[in-house]
């Protein structure tokens, strides 16, 4: 480039002139020798200034990029580096490999099918495109610093590459770097030379060092400029960390809690700036320990300014590194050499190892960086990587040993790397043959647990569990990882090398040292005199044990693939075992002797271990050494001389016994440590490797000993020596019930040896038959779904159950009506259960049975379970059958068998009969097996009916009789002891395969004579003895049945007759239940003629009630007309839920102050909401109990040592359980009569007022000159008749004669007038948010229209929930919500006796006001007007709610007509002609709002100003809809829809441009009022208790319903009737002075509604269909608060608004006023803070990663509940942790909608508390 006449375009500071200068003369000398020392110069001046915060930001923005730019233009040797470096991105050959880099709680997916391993992930992109979308995969979330394999041909089995990256040209060859530009090859390598070397030296050096010489200004280091910096730890809380920034530097809360946020982000943050000698004090002060025992301090150094703006410099430099190295793949080739060649200064050690033998001197921000940067820039090329794990390998041991004594996690450690390279079939093998990887690893871990090993060689951890030692501990056990990742490797037979078989016996044998230290870990001794006085600790031994399982599996792989290599591991193993010298004693049983140890596994100074790992290993080879060579071998003679064969049977045996003794309670005293290890030993994930691997073990010793001798050992180890000796002299020390359940252990022992051969090599079986028994097992216990059958299934090394695979074989897949999916095992597979199914636990075992047992009866059999039919042994334990035949087998059984049926035996019990029936039917099944195998002899069916048991033994039980095996099992059916019946079955089923075995031996022609003719009448003889017990059985049932039903009957009797008068209560109770249902008043008013009619002179009779009430605590019953009070608890909350505007609602304070509560939106912002759970009581008794759960509370939190943070209610704001349903509520809502019951006993009074003259008088009361004054006063009457002209004067008296005669004057109660005002204060406090203590509640204005708006807006939520739901009007609400409307009407209609009446009469001014006279202004003097109207509020006939206007116009306007206290008359001719004005005026605003089709459609296309003007048409209205005559006197010349609706646009200035048609407009004003209609409905038949039609009852057409309601309402059932001259008038006159429908047009062609209408309803936010891209979406979201692109670490949605929260996090907590109890200010969440402007204190968020939906109700309470995200098997999975592919279940996501809408939040979120109190404390306020 030609840079000589282009050098004076940059126009540098005068610092950066030498390195401009440098780079022109080094880019035409091209010597870059003295490159790093000018650079170090110009940077020790610049980078200061360039990080100096005093200075301004744009200023350190400007000298930061000039540093950066540079050292691009020296690189790029252009004036425009950039696209320099765009060329070279674009020349770059198409990427072989993905390599996308994972950011935090981004979505990862693993081919269950084609992965190597878990490990090998993709990204989402690369699996949308891959084959693997169509496989079975995972799905889950990474933790940031790994890549994508996609194109890693060593990560996939198949399908390596998904669609862009396989087109990538695998056979480029060419070097990368030849695409380079010429010279930037050598200018790339002194460039990165020199930022590496720059950046470790600044970042490694310690707190206290200085700056090289090279970097030091004098300037800037003469100042007094530092700063004390604080560095992270993973061990102080956030809370001490703040509060100790509080106490230690000054800051304020948010202050600290910002710095300690940047702290555990970044790993140091910078907490104060100035002189040093400031500094090093604060820095002291911080490093104080909280208290004595604290084992670390809180760390700060203080450091000058020069050197912390070198540091942040060298992240920037690592910053653009890692950009740079990306344009180009020769630029990364270029880095990759650099890095990992040795350095100049220090031989042998290159930068990269330089860089990660310092990892732990970094921060947290700093390791990020280097890993990411060695991610980029090494892992993408095979050949870099390759030699980067070479040398991890190198270093490994030193990196370990840093790691293990550093403080941080070890996600931001070197170590964690590993995974990418030791995961790399080619690199581990390469590592493992050449570099001794395996024994490098282990040595890593071995050297860390020198320290705990006792005087025998064995780790301890008894005395040490707490210490910082057992913490390095733990952080070195992480080395077990890295082993799995290397030894997952294939390594299969052809490729073992002579060097790679070397390698691996080292680090086998190296393992062996581990498994040592291991051997006889935690043992224990019994104790019997006294309690063990503190726990032994046992936990990590098991947890070496569950981490070293994979491994142990991995390494017994890798041998059986070499027959040399596991004959050497064999051997080397039989070196490691302990050698012990065992003392024996000669036994003798049968007649047969053997020495067996003299070890009592209970004795009090006898200690066993239950970790045998060696042992164990030793079981797993053997399965798979050639079938000629055993424990007796040759080769392993110089180890058997001192390793005898007992010896490998006393250790196993040792653990079995112990077992039995714990199950015998002979362990008790020795705490619960002891039976959570046994526990775990027989645990899932434990149980392969222990408990499995000892019966292995006992089975393989048991091929190779002589019979006798084997049974002999297992006998005398069970300490049963003396049972089967000649007499009972020598009966062993243990109690009858000890050696009875010790008995019966033995034998299932045995049962186990013989009988469990679904095991590899053991049995001739396949994978898939061992999986499938498994699941049988399981399923005959219960039915499962599949989370929880997987859950219980034994995993391989890949954490693969092969569930999925063979389930469906065995059982049947169902779905509940939820979704979720359950497996039943299927029929004709219960026959391979197995009653002695050797993973089962004695629960899992009893369930088991009694479900089989359950199954058979049901299908008409008997309850016999016997063992199924097993499959043969492998040629290695087919010896194991000798112990069936043997004469000391045969001996047990002959004894056993005879104490059944002996008159007198000291051991005798009906499970030892089972287990010996089960060893007989095992044996029969054996027999088969040589019959078929050509051995016909049956040498046990022969065996049993010869042997007679010893002479002396048999003589003492059974007199002279001499019985065989088989006359014994003849006499125990006949044996008085034998009592239990499913035993009986099983006898007889024993005898019956007995004679089918027999005969099949008489039918060959076999020795079996002697007993011909026992063996013929077998059959007989056993089914006449099974007849016999049936039917004995049967007689003794039905005996006993007769006895319980006659007791039954007569308690069912005496219960009646104490109860005579509570069934006539009942029975009184259901006729009135009966008179009051919807179907029965259907069925009566089906008779009639007449349509019921709830309004007006037509109004039909109220329905009959009979209110009786329960007192659901003194369970005294009242009627409505009692003098006692009866109550309903309630609960009464704020609402958002039908906010008809999400942007509005989300900007809103708890209070509004802009928001009329008398004038409501019609955007319904805000809500009071309420609700009741129906059930009764008296006021009185309601009163003891409320105080008495008030005095329980209070005691409760003095009680607390800590903050109650979980607490069910608060009863601070009153809030309380239901004593019956333990429904949540905070005060009480009392029963009152109903208007229109009382009313229909008189004959309803006449009034000849029609719409027009009523509207006349309402528009005089309206005026401000007349009833405005006058208000104030009792009866305005007299002063409006002034005024008025004489036929309103007229009309007005005969209107105010009516309403006054209409009224009802009942007096309430004092106890009813107190409940009354309680109520109120709790609506007027939860409406306006304010605590319930107001002493002048009733003298607040606000407090009329808090009611009615409260009732109107739980109406319209009724509504919603019922349209929801796709359900009918009526009938279809739960009984609790319909007493909640009619109680809340009800209290409406009776409130205003304790308001004061002026309130009232000013709020019904107001209304009308704004109706009838829009023209003139509300004053806005009086009290009253002002709080009720705010001055900012308009009052636009667009933004008022129609029926919260209908509610409050309703129950206040009788009060202008009534000289004193007033009463709401219950459908008179008043609600009437109020629904009809009302209707109109909601009609008019559906007008206004609406756009016809062809507006709609045109508006996105045209411009207003340009769309063509069409004339108004009219159409005659529809034939189909029928007119129906109103008793409102309509008029003749009623004027048309398009006639209104034209009127109406043309009054406000927007002129309709388009064609309307009459029948358009009115099937859009029937659909679009209907919402307003139903309120209205369900409104007046609770006021005035008039039955619907039974058409409302169905579901119906918008029309139909329309009409029907009309009907019913009595008002015109046509829209175009509702408009008379009159009301059009009031509409236009309300149009035309209404400045905001002006002030929307000005910007519009229509008034900008707030409101859509029809009213939707409003829903949840939409969710994808795929979880993953939630889990994508969340992944990309970063911290509001943070500086960077910082990930959220607690994503949180929130399912309302849709906006996604930093939750949980103190980044973004925010500072209420007045939240806690004190009323100081207090920090809460994201998520609490959003539910308070969002919810009104009700928030429904799902947290992403975790998969869980929060439920929030307030501050303090919250509860999880699982994410409406379900698998293919219908389940949740929370946490992500079973990983399958989740999609949105529709149902689940429905039903957390609707508990939503009909505010079931609360509720739910205090049930669950209270079901789980002092289970899970959360504080729910830092969400």
């Known amino acids: 480039m030609d840079m000589g006449n282009n050098s004076m375009s940059i126009r540098p500071s005068v610092p950066n002139d030498g390195i401009i200068s440098y780079v022109y003369g080094a880019l035409l000398s091209k010597d870059f020798s003295n490159l790093e020392q000018v650079l170090h110069h110009n940077w020790a001046v610049l980078v200061p200034q360039a990080f100096n915060k005093e200075i301004v930001a744009e200023e350190r923005q400007a000298l930061q990029s000039q540093l950066i730019y540079n050292i691009e233009l020296f690189l790029s040797q252009s004036l425009t580096p950039k696209e320099v470096f765009a060329k070279l991105k674009a020349g770059n050959a198409p990427d072989l490999f993905c390599g996308r880099a994972f950011r935090n709680g981004e979505p990862t997916y693993s081919c269950r099918d084609c992965a190597y391993d878990p490990t090998c992930v993709l990204c989402m992109q690369c699996f949308e495109k891959s084959a693997h979308k169509s496989h079975k995969y995972r799905i889950n979330t990474s933790s940031g610093g790994g890549y994508c394999d996609c194109g890693d041909v060593d990560a996939w089995k198949a399908f390596p590459a998904c669609s862009e990256h396989g087109k990538a040209a695998a056979t480029d060859n060419q070097n990368p770097e030849s695409r380079l530009p010429e010279g930037m090859v050598q200018r790339a390598e002194v460039l990165f030379q020199c930022i590496l070397r720059y950046s470790y030296q600044v970042l490694s050096s310690a707190l206290d060092a200085d700056l090289p010489d090279s970097l030091v200004e004098k300037n800037v280091l003469a100042t007094d400029s530092y700063c004390t910096m604080l560095l992270n730890d993973e061990i102080h809380t956030y809370e001490q960390v703040i509060s100790r920034l509080i106490k230690a530097v000054g800051v304020t809360n948010k202050e600290a809690v910002d710095f300690a946020t940047t702290v555990d982000r970044e790993g140091r943050a910078p907490v104060f700036t100035g002189p040093k000698a400031t ?257 032994m600790e046992w936990e990590t031994a098991f947890t070496l044990q569950l981490k070293l399982t994979d491994i142990i599996t991995l390494f017994i792989q890798h041998c059986r693939t070499s027959p040399e290599v596991l004959v050497s591991a064999y051997t080397a193993i039989l070196r490691y075992m302990p050698k012990y010298t065992i003392y024996t004693n000669e036994i003798t049983i049968a007649g047969h002797s053997a020495n067996c140890c003299v070890f009592d596994v209970g004795g009090p100074e006898k200690c066993v271990s239950i970790h045998l790992p060696l042992h164990r290993l030793l079981a797993g080879l053997n399965h798979h050494l050639p079938p000629d060579v055993n424990y007796t071998s040759p080769q392993f003679a110089p180890m058997n001389c001192q390793l005898q064969l007992f010896n490998l049977l006393e250790e196993p045996l040792r653990i079995q016994v112990m077992l039995a003794q714990i199950y015998s309670e002979m362990w008790k005293r020795n705490g619960y440590s002891i039976q959570s290890q046994m526990y775990y030993y027989m645990y899932v994930k434990c149980r392969p490797e222990m408990y499995d691997r000892d019966i292995q073990l006992i089975q393989s010793v048991a091929a190779v000993m002589e019979p006798d001798s084997f049974l002999i050992h297992v006998i005398h180890k069970y300490t049963l020596t003396s049972i089967f000796q000649n007499s009972d002299s020598q009966f062993t020390t243990l109690s009858v019930k000890q050696t009875t359940e010790i008995m019966r252990e033995m034998l299932q022992l045995l049962i186990i040896i013989l009988g469990e051969r679904y095991v590899e090599g053991v049995g001739k079986v396949t994978p898939q038959q061992i999986v499938q028994r498994e699941i049988i097992h399981l399923l005959a216990i219960s039915r499962s779904s599949h989370s929880d059958l997987d859950k219980n299934m034994p995993e391989d090394v890949n954490s693969e159950t092969q569930l999925e695979n063979y389930v469906r074989e065995v059982a049947d897949f169902t779905r509940d009506s939820t979704g979720k999916g359950m497996y039943t095992l299927m029929d004709e597979c219960r026959a391979l259960f197995n009653p002695c199914f050797y993973h089962y636990s004695k629960a899992d075992q009893s369930k088991a049975e009694d479900s089989q047992k359950m199954f058979r009866k049901n299908s008409g059999l008997d309850g016999a379970l016997p063992i199924p039919f097993t499959p043969q042994w492998t040629e290695r334990y087919s010896s194991v059958s000798r112990l069936f035949t043997c004469d000391v087998m045969l001996h047990v059984i002959h004894t056993l068998l005879s104490n059944m049926v002996a008159k007198r035996s000291r051991i005798r019990s009906e499970s030892h009969l089972e287990k010996v029936l089960h060893l007989i039917t095992l044996a029969l099944h054996e027999d088969k097996h040589e019959f078929a195998a050509g051995n016909k002899s049956l040498p046990f069916t022969n065996a049993a009916q010869r042997y007679k048991g010893s002479s002396l033994y048999s003589s003492e039980r059974l007199g002279s009789r001499e019985l065989s095996i088989l006359d014994l099992l003849n006499e125990c059916q006949n044996s008085e002891h034998v009592t239990h019946a499913p035993l009986k079955d099983l006898l007889g089923y024993v005898l019956k395969y007995f004679s089918e075995v027999a005969s099949m031996g008489h039918e060959c022609g076999g020795s079996i004579v002697t007993k011909k003719r026992s063996t013929e009448n077998l059959d007989s003889a056993a089914q006449a003895a099974i007849d016999k017990q049936k039917a004995l059985r049967a007689k003794k049932a039905a005996k006993s049945r007769s006895k319980i039903i006659e007791k039954m009957m007569k308690a069912q009797q005496k219960f009646m007759d104490g109860a005579a008068d509570l069934f006539q209560t009942c029975n009184v109770e259901s006729e009135g239940a009966k008179e009051t249902t919807p179907m029965d008043c259907s069925d009566s008013l089906a008779e009639e003629s007449k349509t019921p009619v709830a ?63 008398l004038l409501v939106p019609s955007e319904l912002s805000h809500g009071v909401f309420t609700t009741t759970c129906g059930h009764a009581m008296h006021a009185s008794c309601f009163k003891i109990y409320h105080d008495s759960v008030v005095a329980r509370e209070r005691r409760r939190a003095q009680r607390a040592l800590f903050q109650y943070l979980n607490p069910a209610f608060d009863f601070d704001k009153g809030e309380f359980f239901c004593p019956l349903c333990e429904s949540i509520a905070n005060c009480v809502l009392p029963v009152l009569p109903c208007a229109g019951r009382k009313d229909s006993s008189q004959s309803p009074p006449v009034c000849a007022v029609n719409l027009s003259n009523w509207l006349k008088i309402l528009t005089q009361l309206a005026q401000p000159d007349s009833a405005m004054s006058s208000l104030e006063d009792n009866c305005p009457i007299p002063d409006l008749a002034k005024v008025a002209a004489d036929t309103v004067y007229t009309n007005l008296m005969e209107l105010y004669d009516f309403l006054s005669s209409s009224a009802n004057q009942t007096e309430l109660s004092e106890e009813m007038a107190t409940t009354v005002v309680k109520f109120l204060s709790t609506i007027f406090a939860v409406g306006k948010n304010k605590k319930n203590d107001n002493p002048d509640l009733l003298e607040d204005p606000e407090i009329a229209p808090l009611i009615w708006n409260t009732t109107a807006y739980t109406i319209q939520v009724m509504e919603q929930v019922i349209r929801s739901d796709n359900k009918p009007l009526f009938g279809h609400l739960s009984l609790r919500q319909e007493m909640c409307m009619s109680l809340l009407v009800r209290f409406l209609s009776v409130c205003h006796k304790v308001i004061p009446q002026n309130y009232v009469k000013s709020h019904c001014q107001v209304l009308l006001h704004g109706l009838l006279s829009p023209g003139q202004p509300v004053s806005q003097t009086s009290t009253v007007n002002a709080a009720v109207l705010p001055a900012q509020r308009s009052n636009s006939i667009i933004d008022i709610d129609a029926f919260h206007y209908l509610v409050s116009l309703c129950f206040s306007l009788p009060s202008l007509f009534s000289s004193s206290m007033y009463t ?130 169905a579901l119906c057409s918008p029309r139909k319903e329309y009409e029907v309601i009309t009907k019913y309402l009595d008002v015109p059932n046509q829209p175009a009737a509702l408009f008379t001259s009159e009301i059009l008038t009031i509409l236009v006159n309300k149009c035309t002075n209404d400045k905001s429908i002006a002030s929307s047009i000005s910007k519009n062609i229509r008034p900008v509604m707030p409101v859509e209408y029809p009213l939707k309803i409003n829903s949840l936010i939409k969710l994808p269909d795929d979880y993953s891209e939630l889990i994508n979406t969340a992944s990309r979201f970063t911290c509001p608060n943070s500086t960077g692109s910082d990930e959220s670490r607690t994503p949180t949605l929130c399912l309302v608004c849709g906006e996604m929260l930093c939750s949980q996090s103190y980044c973004c907590q925010v500072e209420v006023n007045g939240s806690n109890s004190r009323g100081r200010q207090e920090a809460i969440g994201a998520a609490s803070s959003h539910t308070k402007v969002c919810g009104a204190g009700t928030g429904i968020y799902l947290r992403v990663r975790q998969c869980q939906v929060v439920l929030l109700a307030g501050k303090s309470k919250g509860c999880f509940i699982p994410a409406p995200y379900v698998d293919d098997y219908g389940e949740t999975d929370i946490t992500l942790r079973r990983g399958n592919p989740l999609k949105l279940c529709h149902t689940a996501y429905r039903d957390l909608h609707r508990l939503w809408l009909s505010h079931g939040v609360q509720e739910k979120v205090a049930r669950s508390t209270a079901s789980s109190s002092g289970q899970f404390l959360a504080d729910w306020r830092h969400l």
């Open 279 to 535: 500094c090093q004090k604060l820095s002291q002060e911080i490093q104080k320990k909280f208290n004595l025992n604290d084992s670390k301090i809180l760390e700060a150094a203080v450091m000058h300014h020069s050197f912390v703006s070198h540091q942040d410099f060298a992240q920037l430099l690592l910053k653009w590194l890692e950009e740079i190295i990306d344009y180009s793949d020769g630029l990364r080739k270029i880095f990759c050499r650099v890095a990992m060649v040795p350095d100049e200064d220090v031989s042998d050690i290159s930068l990269l190892e330089k860089i990660l033998l310092a990892d732990t001197s970094f921060w947290k921000a700093v390791r990020l960086q280097f890993h990411q940067l060695f991610m980029t820039g090494v892992f993408k090329d095979v050949e870099s990587k390759t030699q980067f794990a070479i040398l991890l390998t190198k270093h490994y041991i030193d990196l370990y040993r840093d790691f293990v004594r550093d403080d941080h996690y070890r996600t931001v450690s070197a170590t964690a790397v590993t995974v990418q390279v030791y995961t790399v079939t080619p690199i581990a093998k390469v590592l493992i043959e050449k570099h001794r990887l395996i024994e490098v690893i282990l040595k890593t871990l071995l050297k860390e647990s020198e320290r705990w090993k006792n005087d025998k060689g064995i780790l301890d951890f008894q005395s040490r569990r707490d210490s910082e030692a057992y913490a390095i501990f733990k952080r070195a056990q992480f080395v077990i990882h890295d082993l799995k990742y290397a030894l997952g490797c294939t390594l299969n037979n052809p490729q073992w090398t002579p060097d790679l078989q070397s390698s691996f016996l080292n680090g086998f044998t190296t393992f062996l040292e581990l498994l040592t230290q291991i051997q006889g870990m935690d043992a224990a001794k019994r104790f019997t005199t006294h309690h063990i006085e503190y726990e």
């Open 1095 to 1157: 309004l007006g002179p037509n109004k039909s009779a109220a329905r009959p009630h009979l209110e009786n009430y329960v007192c659901i605590l003194c369970q005294d019953a009242s009627t409505i007309d009692d003098d006692t009070t009866v109550v309903y608890s309630a609960f009464v909350q704020r609402s958002t839920v039908l906010s008809r505007n999400s942007s509005h609602r989300n900007t809103q304070e708890d209070t509004p102050t802009d928001v009329s509560v």
């Open 1464 to 1593: 709401v008359s219950a459908g008179s001719m008043n609600e009437q002609y109020i629904l009809h004005l009302v209707l109109s005026v909601h009609m008019a605003q559906i007008m206004l709002g609406y756009q016809t089709p062809a507006a709609s459609s045109s508006h996105a296309t045209s411009a207003p100003d340009q769309s063509p003007v069409t004339p108004v048409t009219q159409e005659p209205p529809s034939s189909s809809f029928n007119t129906a005559v109103s008793s409102m006197d309509v008029a003749e010349d009623s004027i048309s829809l398009v006639e209104v609706f034209s009127k109406l646009h043309s009054v406000i200035g927007a002129p309709c441009e388009d064609a309307v048609t009459e029948s358009a407009l009115e099937n859009h004003l029937i659909t679009a009022s209907l919402p307003f209609l139903r309120c209205a409905a369900f409104l007046f038949s609770n006021l005035t208790d008039v039955a619907a039609p039974p058409a409302l009852h």
